[in-house]
């Protein structure tokens, strides 16, 4: 079997609950070789079969037997990934059937870029359109397609960071960090009760 085109990268901690429209909208990409590999960080919530059983055989299931944190989980997967080019999506979230097919074709034909971005949607659990918001404007770690050699040449995730890695990053790579943003609201950026950005810690790494 030939390599994929993408490695699609499916952090989960304990949000068992979302992961089976996150699985579907991964195996709904239209007209690309797609593989999902699905990272599970030593999530508390119990019976992470029973959600994921139907999708076992379209996915690489990895588990890590301690919890290490968002950069260092996605370093693991993306190490592991069989693709040239990766894009992360949080277990809570998903995407447009045609997310990986644009933003492929984007960057395969600006290959001086790191990655291409789209613009997203917030939605609810009920997956209603809440607001739509511009990656540039107001960027977010997943829903980014990068050229995995490129960002590994750059050092990846910083794996110190527990989490807003995708902040660190940019400020890090600074001008060397170019991505290409499609104006296109492709992901859709689950709002509920426990997203990790409303954590009261989440500012304090």
Not at 51 to 62: F, H, Q, R, S, V
Not at 84 to 99: G, P, Q, S, V
Not at 153 to 161: I, M, P, T, V
């Amino acid at each position: 079997m030939n390599n994929p085109d993408i490695s699609i990268i499916i952090t989960n901690y304990n949000y068992h609950k979302y992961l089976p429209r996150c699985i579907r909208s991964c195996l709904e990409q239209k007209n690309i070789n797609i593989e999902i590999i699905l990272i599970d960080d030593c999530s508390t919530e119990p019976n992470l079969m029973n959600y994921i059983e139907p999708y076992i055989k379209n996915i690489t299931l990895i588990k890590n037997d301690i919890n290490l944190g968002t950069p260092k989980t996605s370093m693991k997967a993306i190490r592991q990934s069989k693709s040239r080019y990766f894009l992360r999506l949080d277990a809570d979230d998903y995407i447009n059937e045609w997310t990986c097919f644009f933003l492929n074709k984007f960057l395969m034909s600006n290959k001086e870029y790191l990655g291409a971005s789209c613009d997203y949607y917030y939605v609810n659990n009920l997956g209603e359109k809440i607001s739509r918001e511009s990656a540039e404007c107001k960027p977010i770690a997943c829903g980014i397609l990068y050229n995995k050699d490129k960002f590994l040449e750059l050092g990846g995730y910083n794996e110190n960071k527990t989490k807003k890695e995708e902040e660190e990053i940019r400020i890090r790579l600074g001008k060397k960090y170019n991505i290409i943003n499609l104006k296109i609201p492709l992901y859709r950026y689950r709002m509920h009760d426990n997203n990790k950005t409303k954590s009261k810690n989440f500012n304090n790494d």
